[in-house]
């Protein structure tokens, strides 16, 4: 594999059996912003970035950068897409990706959201595990790990369902989007060494 991650051939659609993820291109941030401006009461307590909704022009700036991050290989972000019988994308579900990325230890953090009305359906846990197929596989991940707040039960069982083992809380680890200090649940896969 190169050394040079931005020469690695990633995936810009990864096809599940009933999910698609697709990466961002330019054009989709209108959908967006919809889709994120219908979920902000499901997504406010949990993620600094849906506190306010967000236009079609401020959405479509964002889906660049993630685009443009994207090519960079310093985040690599997905759509999650109910996925027709014909393969082709459907509705519009929420996010995904691998962050904060570690290239040299092969280290990534998966995250997700959904659309409140997509909850429960089981395309988080499908994309969750077609990334960490990507991660350990042709990216080489050594860790990829799952991190949430430990109040959001939901996101807990997620991680658990999809085989990431509870590492640890850390205690008082970061400002929740209250400004009130919160714990971080810390759950992990890694790849265990050959020989």
Same mark, same amino acid.
């Given at each position: 594999m190169s050394t040079d991650p931005v020469l690695i051939d990633i995936p810009e659609r990864l096809d599940g059996e009933r999910t698609l993820l697709m990466a961002p291109r330019a054009g989709l941030g209108a959908e967006m912003a919809v889709v994120v401006t219908q979920s902000l009461a499901h997504l406010r307590p949990w993620m600094p970035w849906a506190q306010d909704a967000p236009s *079609?022009?401020? *959405?479509?700036?964002?889906?660049?950068?993630? #685009?443009?991050?994207?090519? *960079?290989? $310093?985040?690599? @972000?997905? #759509?999650?897409y109910a996925r027709r019988a014909d393969g082709s994308p459907g509705r519009l579900l929420g996010g995904t990706g691998l962050h904060r990325i570690d290239w040299t230890l092969r280290k990534f953090e998966i995250g997700y959201w959904v659309r409140p009305d997509a909850a429960g359906q089981g395309h988080v846990s499908e994309a969750v595990r077609l990334l960490s197929v990507l991660a350990f596989g042709l990216l080489e991940a050594r860790r990829v790990e799952i991190r949430c707040d430990a109040r959001n039960l939901k996101s807990c069982a997620v991680a658990e369902r999809c085989g990431f083992e509870l590492e640890g809380v850390l205690r @008082?680890? $970061?400002l929740g989007v209250d400004g009130q200090p919160r714990d971080t649940a810390v759950y992990a896969q890694v790849a265990r060494p050959a020989g």
């Open positions: *079609a022009e401020s *959405a479509e700036l964002v889906v660049r950068r993630m #685009q443009a991050d994207f090519i *960079a290989r $310093t985040d690599l @972000c997905w #759509q999650i @008082c680890d $970061t």
